[in-house]
């Protein structure tokens, strides 16, 4: 048992004083596909051995009692006044809340969570939180989920009470990641292939712009309503079209005076980042990783420049990271404004151009980044 597991492990018997059942949930990282899980596209994200711990048990009471070892701070609810609150409860809240929806037996429970993944950085601890306490109760109450509907309850929790209309990538990845491994998800089928990460001597980077900005959450949603709205006018202009998957960028292009501009700029991004992952897919499979990074960089380009989630701090990430031949690719992680960029790097000089773009990082904008070089981990298990 990890020192992390051990310290949940305590904290609960010291303050519940009965024997929990214990959780590790993983953030995840994504190498490619962007924006693309809640427009029927492809992903490849992977499950990371960093994570948020659980420490749960049913109190036979009919309260919800909670400990956030990170934030020291308590929650106690009834689990008839489950409602949306403020903050990190609405991540556990939200989850009880989806269980009850499914009529669900869920009694009164204690659980303390604490994690090692920093907050803010692109990481999805929303989604470690949300699969690791949903992971506990099904065990614990003996509800009888399997995995994937796991994360789809998580999915929805994210929706309901935090409010995010989140695709499906983060809560996949934590539930069904793989050691060494990518998942291939097709977010139109659910259906996904595990693909073995073989990085030839190099490794994922990632340094954490150690921004985020505040308009995160709500222009995520403003990106999905305005990819619906493009959606529902190509979708009259090329009759049969159901998703994203069904129209090319030179379709969407071919259509930009029947859609507002940024409309078009967002439909024009989703249609080439889904090409873009189905290549690097390929790419991936057969060992090509120079090509591969190569599309990361266009990703970027992308979502910088089309899909307007960027930031001067993402954006100069990566101009830094094209200075180095040894970095492959380089791209901002997950829904962006701030968190992390990804690289694939050199092994070898990972180290010396972490600390090298760290410096010029910090002279520019005098934030001190962290970086840090990821390894590959399990999706959610419970430790015994
Ligand atoms: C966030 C969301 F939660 C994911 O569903 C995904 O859309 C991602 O942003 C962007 O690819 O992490």
Same mark, same amino acid.
């Given at each position: 048992m990890n020192n992390q597991v051990q310290q949940a492990k305590e904290v609960f018997e010291q303050k519940f004083g009965t024997t929990p059942v214990l959780f590790f949930s993983p953030g995840r990282i994504n190498l490619i596909g962007e924006h693309v899980d809640y427009n029927n596209g492809f992903v490849m994200p992977a499950a990371i051995d960093k994570g948020v711990v659980f420490a749960i048990a049913p109190n036979n009471t009919s309260n919800i009692r909670v400990y956030s070892i990170d934030m020291k701070e308590d929650l106690e609810v009834a689990l008839d006044q489950v409602a949306p609150k403020e903050g990190w409860a609405n991540y556990i809240l939200g989850v009880v809340d989806q269980f009850q929806k499914r009529g669900a037996a869920i009694k009164g429970f204690d659980v303390a969570f604490g994690g090692n993944l920093p907050a803010g950085?692109?990481?999805s601890s929303s989604a470690a939180v949300e699969c690791g306490l949903a992971s506990g109760l099904n065990t614990i109450f003996n509800i009888g989920l399997n995995r994937v509907e796991i994360a789809l309850l998580s999915q929805k929790a994210e929706h309901t009470f935090p409010g995010v209309k989140c695709g499906i990538m983060d809560q996949f990845a934590n539930m069904m990641g793989e050691k060494d491994h990518v998942l291939l998800l097709d977010?139109?089928?659910?259906e996904y292939k595990a693909l073995p990460l073989q990085l030839q001597g190099h490794v994922i980077m990632l340094i954490n712009s150690k921004v985020h900005h505040s308009l995160a959450s709500g222009e995520y949603n403003v990106r999905r309503q305005q990819c619906e709205t493009g959606l529902a006018i190509l979708q009259q202009l090329y009759p049969?079209? !159901?998703?994203?998957?069904? *129209?090319?960028p030179e379709q969407v292009q071919q259509a930009e005076d029947k859609l507002d501009k940024d409309v078009f700029r967002r439909c024009l991004f989703v249609t080439q980042e889904i090409q873009r992952t189905q290549k690097a897919a390929a790419l991936l499979q057969e060992n090509k990783l120079p090509e591969f990074g190569q599309l990361m960089f266009a990703t970027h380009e992308g979502l910088s420049k089309?899909?307007?989630?960027?930031c001067p701090e993402l954006d100069f990430l990566v101009e830094q990271a !094209?200075?180095?031949?040894? *970095?492959l690719g380089s791209r901002l992680m997950?829904?962006?404004?701030?968190g992390c960029t990804i690289n694939i790097v050199a092994e070898s000089e990972a180290k010396e151009i972490g600390e090298k773009i760290s410096e010029a990082y910090k002279k520019h904008f005098n934030i001190t980044p962290e970086v840090y070089i990821m390894q590959t981990g399990n999706g959610t298990y419970e430790v015994k």
């Open positions: 950085a692109g990481l977010c139109d089928t659910m049969g079209t !159901k998703t994203f998957r069904d *129209i090319t089309l899909y307007d989630v960027s !094209k200075e180095y031949k040894a *970095i997950g829904g962006g404004f701030g």
